[in-house]
């Protein structure tokens, strides 16, 4: 059996209001199996129609739809292993059901086997499916039974199927991995991905030493554990954070919740005091808020992005940082603007792209995402990238991003667009921390990834126009 690798945690059924913690993930876990919307939205919409529960419920309720979502791969193969009916062939309901509670017996130690058996035959039952209670008890009792004796492929004879089952991995993106990263960097990929998450914060930048201690305090107060990042001291790494809302720092634009890989993007791209940098797919926005700061108030920053909703997040985190010099519009990138042409000191282009690099945040992408929706953004991309290069002044900046680990999208995609416009790739040694230095930072870019480096999977490109 894989490692528990998050602390123990106990979850009751039902709460001081009557809500049953467990039905809600149930009732998550299905609209996410159904497609229509993706699990963040889904999961944070819950926790925000239901804020009045408590920290340690709503926390239960976010591990355990999580966790079912992120170790289904294993999950199925477990539930597998001692069920007569295939997990492909049970009813929706039944199969959610039996993964979020086979969860709860093999990753959560703080959950008796009984109460996880016991709260999913109620749940069966509750749902109309009392003629199926003896079923979801005895795949569940028999799990207990074979817990930590369970078979796996073998590790050395069916290496990808190990990895596909040890990691919740479709097979199909371990053999992408092992082709463009080599075997030894796909599996610690594979471990990043499941690692537990701190929420990264990034504060503003120039902020006083007083303040910054301040802002300390205050997290450290509410009982969040604080790591500063050893390549940027103002970005730390934070966890057990429940909630931002009431946080005081927070709500006075001291700091922002921004992964160090989108940090270091617009530390790539040298953007200077009064600067006029366009982000042409800014939401959710942190890259633009903090070329915003870097351009200072000479500056200007256009921040574009397709999607209104979006947008109105974006202006909601402007107000709150007192980002006077970003401006915000909706715009699809694929429209050129011909009164933007060759104006812009810096563009960044963090393109539409297939987001392998976040999975550890957002599980359900390995889910959604196969080969052909990779090919398929790959004329996107290049649309947008045709469109968005016109804004570049002469010795201006495109910075180039993706939030993902695939050659096609990342350095097939800087090739392709260095064969066809004027520009060249510029170095990125002077711009990221030595921590970040390698074979490929001379030549104008860099592929994080996680499990090697402290950050999501991102890719960044400095490319400069003649």
């Known amino acids: 059996m894989t490692e528990r690798k998050r602390k123990p945690q106990r979850g009751k059924s039902r709460n001081r209001t009557g809500v049953n913690i467990r039905a809600l993930a149930l009732d998550a876990l299905l609209d996410i199996s159904r497609g229509g919307e993706r699990s963040d939205r889904i999961i944070g919409g819950t926790l925000d129609k239901y804020d009045y529960l ?86 569940l009792r028999s799990l207990c039974g074979r817990k930590g004796h369970i078979a796996y492929p073998d590790p050395e004879t069916e290496r990808t199927a190990y990895l596909s089952v040890r990691y919740s991995m479709p097979a199909w993106l371990i053999e992408k991995w092992d082709s463009e990263q080599g075997q030894g960097d796909t599996e610690r990929i594979l471990q990043g991905l499941l690692e537990e998450k701190p929420v990264t914060i990034r504060l503003r930048e120039r902020l006083s030493d007083a303040e910054r201690a301040a802002v300390r305090r205050e997290l450290e107060r509410s009982g969040v554990l604080i790591r500063e990042s050893a390549a940027l001291p103002f970005v730390w790494h934070l966890k057990g954070l429940e909630g931002l809302k009431n946080n005081r720092a927070f709500a006075a634009g001291l700091f922002t ?67 006077d010099a970003l401006t915000a519009e909706q715009w699809d990138a694929r429209q050129p603007d011909e009164n933007l042409y060759g104006r812009a000191d810096v563009v960044l ?47 201006g900046i495109l910075l180039y991003s993706t939030c993902t680990v695939s050659r096609a999208e990342n350095e097939e995609m800087m090739r392709w667009f260095l064969e066809r416009f004027p520009f060249r790739a510029g170095s990125l040694r002077p711009f990221l921390p030595a921590v970040f230095s390698g074979e490929t930072t001379e030549n104008g870019y860099f592929q994080f990834l996680p499990g090697i480096h402290d950050t999501d999977g991102f890719f960044i490109a400095r490319l400069v126009r003649e």
Not at 58 to 87: H, Q
Not at 108 to 125: T, Y
Not at 299 to 304: E, I, K, M
Not at 379 to 385: A, E, F, S, T, V
Request: aromatic share 6%; charged share 30%; glycine share 8%.
């Open 349 to 395: 282009a963090d393109v539409p792209c297939s987001g392998l690099g976040v999975i550890g945040k957002k599980q359900d992408i390995k889910y959604r995402v196969g080969p052909e929706e990779i090919e398929s953004l790959l004329p996107l991309q290049r649309q947008i990238l045709e469109t968005v290069q016109r804004y570049v002044k002469p010795g």
């Open 257 to 323: 919740v921004q992964d160090i890989s989108s940090v270091l993007a617009v530390e790539a791209a040298g953007i200077r005091e009064g600067d006029f940098v366009l982000d042409v797919c800014a939401a959710p926005g942190g890259k633009a808020l903090f070329a915003a700061e870097k351009a200072g108030a000479c500056g200007r920053v256009l921040a574009r992005d397709v999607s209104g909703r979006k947008l109105a997040l974006l202006e909601e985190s402007r107000r709150r940082l007192q980002a």
């Open 54 to 139: 408590e920290a340690r419920e709503k926390a239960f309720f976010k591990r355990l739809t999580e966790g079912t979502l992120e170790r289904r791969i294993e999950l199925d193969y477990c539930i597998g292993t001692v069920s007569s009916v295939p997990v492909g062939k049970m009813k929706p309901l039944i199969r959610e059901l039996l993964r979020m509670s086979a969860y709860q017996i093999l990753f959560m130690d703080g959950i008796p086997d009984r109460a996880a058996c016991d709260e999913a035959v109620k749940l069966a039952a509750r749902h109309s499916f009392r003629s199926l209670k003896g079923f979801v008890n005895g795949v």
